[in-house]
Every structure is written in structure tokens, then in C-alpha cells.
């Protein structure tokens, strides 16, 4: 096989606004928030029939039917039906895996172009039986006479067999959920409640000033009543923030971690176009910039490391690949998990021990200019539909280095499991 190594463009993104779960996409679920934006970039681009290499949408949480999720939305989309799709899941990350993997396609000159996406509901989510019920119905199945299937049935049936089991947000290695993980973090690191806090205001403030300019115009489509992230709180103070109970620790007294410095449960998805260079000249698309390399990590959360650390390890590996610095970036666009993540996130960059001990490495990658830090905000007072997270990040970052004329922006996705995605996009 040929290896081109063609530069991937990002052509642009869409989504739709992200809220709160049970609210304004309670009734719809992946399948329908994932044809609306599909079908939004289509109309955006003018792809009307148009047959691409590859649309890979993901979920995390998603019904056993909809397995083939990405397939079914994109033959509702516009596409041509000749398209394939792939349909994947790596958390809080796999929207940039997707990206990834239509990037790797399109750099080996296996596809000219596709569509990265993803799309979470915490509204519609499967519910199943108790693993008694379900063993005593497959049992049931297999019976072969009536009087068989009877006595299946009902041999040591218990009313409790019944009751339903909804998905769970712990980790199953240990049992605590990302929250809990996030505040044993927080001590490790010595990050207080109120830069946790500060860092949520201005996430909110942020974001409520590039919706007032216009930013997000032409990158968020309305959709079921909604014309902005139901999650946005522009007034909000840190008066308002530092009322909040803790979230997680209720008990010990200790607890940094809140309603309003962590995220909510949401609803979202959202979509990026990528494509060579050729392609998008042919269909006279300009390319907002490119996506250049990509990295992906996992640290040994079970014994010791924290949960949403993985992106400390990811990101110097990438930089090493292309001699690059952490400050020789324009723009930082690191997923705001929790705001005690980033912060932790930021302080191990710093701290000579880490680097030296975790990373291999003699001097610390060092401290990033604030201001270049999430400058249209991010996930605190965006939402974080986890499948949608990744194509929105792309999206927004593509555009500011648009908006810029040149420039490099870093991105860091930290995920469940213990693992991290990051990428460089450039212009």
C-alpha cells in the first residue's frame, strides 16, 4: 500500500446546542441528534448525494440496536447511500478518534474524504434486566415443549428478578466513579475549591461572549427550541459558585468538587468534515486548517495514577515527534472534565518531579499563557455529550486559526479508563 501522506484538511464542523439531560433531546436520542447534525454538514457543504470514504460516528452510551449507528444515520443524512460508516466508542475521546481515524485514511490516500463525529444521551439510555432474569428467559428460549418453557418459567422465580439495571458511571476496576477519581486528584495536586471555581466562571463567561460576537453562528445549528448550550450560565458569579455543595466527597469535609465546577450529564453530538487538499479544491471548499498528528495514551489508574492524567503523557510524546515546545502553541483546547482536572493537567506540566518521574524528561514542559487557554470556553459551560466532545473541540479550534490567518492549537481529551487523546491542528 502507497503511503502518501496527504495533509488533512479540517473543512469545518457543526453541532448542535448540548443540554442538560431530560430536557430538550429527552425523546430523541443518537439516532436523531446524529442525522441532524450529519445532515446539517451536509447542507453546510453542499454534499447532496455526494459519496465520501468514510463517516465514523460514535456513542458511549447507546442501545444494543443501535450498533450500526453510524451506517443508519448517514443513509437519513443526504449522503449518497454508498457511503460506509463505522460506528465507535472510546468515551470522553471518540469523536477525535474518529477524526483520527478518517485523518489516517485521507494521510494514506485510502479515502479523499470523510466525516468524524459522535453523539451522547444520558436521557435515553438502556435499560436492562438483572442478569437472573436475563439467563432464566434465554433459559426459556431453549426449552423445547411448552410445559418446559413453563417450568423454566417459573422454578425459583423471585420478584426481585425483576428490577431494572441502568448504566453505570463507575469505573469498574474500582468501583468510584470520575468524580471520585477526580477529587483524590485534587489533593494529590493541591488544587482548591476557588481556582476550580474561577476557571468554571470564565469558561461560562467565554463561551456567553463568543455566542454575542457571533462565533458559533455558523457552528451551531437550533435545534428543538434551543439556539444556545443549555447548560450556559453568563451570569453566574463566584458567590453563586462557591454556594454549591460538593458533589462527590458529601461526607469528609473535604470535598472541592461541585455541580458547578464539574460537568453535567448531557445530551449533543456534533461533526466535522476533513479531506485532502484535492478534494476540497474540486468542490470549492476552503480548508479551515489542518489536522497534523494525533497521540493517544493510558496510565495505570488502578494502582496509583489518576484516573484523567493520561493527556500529561500523550501530549510530550506528540511534541517530541515534531520538535515542538508546550508553549509554541496559539490556542489550548483541553477538555474541562472537571475544572480540577485541567488544573491538574496544567500543574503536572509544571512540576520538575512529574516530568522527571512520569515522563522521562530532565526539565518541566512548563506553564501555558492563560489567555490562550479555552478562549471560547469549553465543557464546564458548553456540556460534555461524550461522543460529542472531540468534533466540537476540532470544530471550534479549526475556526480560530481560521479567524487568525496561522497558527498551532494543542488539543487534550482526557477520558474514562484511565486514557487520554490529543492532537496538534495548524494552519
Not at 474518529?98 to 494514506?108: L, R, S, V
Not at 433459559?139 to 411448552?146: E, G, I, L, Y
Not at 454549591?244 to 453530538?269: E, I
Amino acid at each position: 500500500m502507497e503511503n502518501t501522506q496527504q495533509r488533512v484538511g479540517v473543512i469545518g464542523g457543526v453541532r448542535i446546542p448540548f443540554c442538560r439531560n431530560n430536557t430538550a433531546y429527552a425523546d430523541v436520542g443518537n439516532f436523531g441528534m446524529s442525522v441532524k447534525v450529519l445532515g446539517a454538514l451536509v447542507e453546510r457543504f453542499g454534499l447532496h448525494g455526494v459519496e465520501l470514504g468514510e463517516v465514523a460516528m460514535g456513542a458511549v452510551i447507546r442501545h444494543s440496536s443501535e450498533w450500526n449507528l453510524a451506517r443508519e444515520a448517514l443513509l437519513s443524512s443526504g449522503l449518497a447511500p454508498t457511503t460506509p460508516g463505522i460506528t465507535t466508542a472510546r468515551a470522553c475521546g471518540t469523536s477525535l478518534d474518529n477524526a483520527i481515524i478518517i485523518a489516517n485514511k485521507i494521510a494514506t490516500g485510502q479515502i479523499e474524504a470523510g466525516i468524524a463525529g459522535g453523539s451522547d444521551t444520558t436521557s435515553d439510555v438502556p435499560i436492562v434486566y438483572s442478569q437472573r432474569l436475563r439467563k432464566r428467559l434465554l433459559a426459556v428460549n431453549r426449552a423445547k415443549t411448552p410445559m418446559e418453557k413453563l417450568k423454566t418459567a417459573v422454578r425459583g422465580f423471585s420478584l426481585s428478578e425483576l428490577k431494572p439495571s441502568f448504566p453505570g458511571v463507575a469505573e469498574p476496576r474500582t468501583g468510584m466513579s470520575m468524580g471520585d477519581h477526580c477529587e483524590k486528584m485534587a489533593r494529590e495536586w493541591h488544587i482548591g475549591r476557588e481556582e476550580q471555581d474561577r476557571l468554571a466562571l470564565h469558561s461560562h463567561h467565554k463561551l456567553a461572549a463568543a455566542y454575542d460576537t457571533g462565533f458559533f453562528d455558523d457552528l451551531v445549528v437550533p435545534f428543538r427550541g434551543l439556539k444556545r448550550d443549555g447548560f450556559l450560565r453568563p451570569e453566574t458569579t463566584m458567590e453563586k459558585l462557591a454556594s454549591l455543595k460538593p458533589a462527590f466527597d458529601k461526607t469528609s469535609g473535604l470535598g472541592t468538587l461541585t455541580a458547578g465546577n464539574s460537568t453535567g450529564l448531557s445530551d449533543g453530538a456534533a461533526a466535522v468534515l476533513l479531506a485532502n487538499e484535492a478534494w476540497a479544491a474540486k468542490r470549492g471548499l476552503k480548508i479551515q486548517a489542518y489536522l497534523r498528528d494525533a497521540e493517544v495514551s493510558a496510565v495505570d489508574f488502578v494502582h496509583g495514577e489518576g484516573l484523567l492524567m493520561a493527556p500529561t503523557v500523550a501530549v510530550p510524546r506528540m511534541l517530541a515527534r515534531h520538535g515542538l515546545a508546550l508553549q509554541d502553541f496559539d490556542f489550548y483546547e483541553i477538555h474541562e472534565a472537571f475544572a480540577a482536572q485541567v488544573l491538574c493537567t496544567l500543574r503536572a506540566w509544571e512540576s520538575p518531579e512529574y516530568c522527571k518521574q512520569r515522563l522521562g524528561r530532565d526539565v518541566p514542559l512548563g506553564s501555558i499563557d492563560p489567555a490562550r487557554l479555552n478562549v471560547h470556553g469549553s465543557s464546564l459551560a458548553v456540556g460534555h455529550p461524550f461522543a460529542a466532545t472531540g468534533a466540537r473541540i476540532i470544530a471550534t479550534l479549526a475556526k480560530l486559526l481560521e479567524h487568525k490567518g496561522a497558527g498551532r492549537g494543542l488539543i487534550s481529551i482526557c477520558t474514562a479508563g484511565g486514557m487520554g487523546v490529543t492532537a496538534i491542528v495548524e494552519r
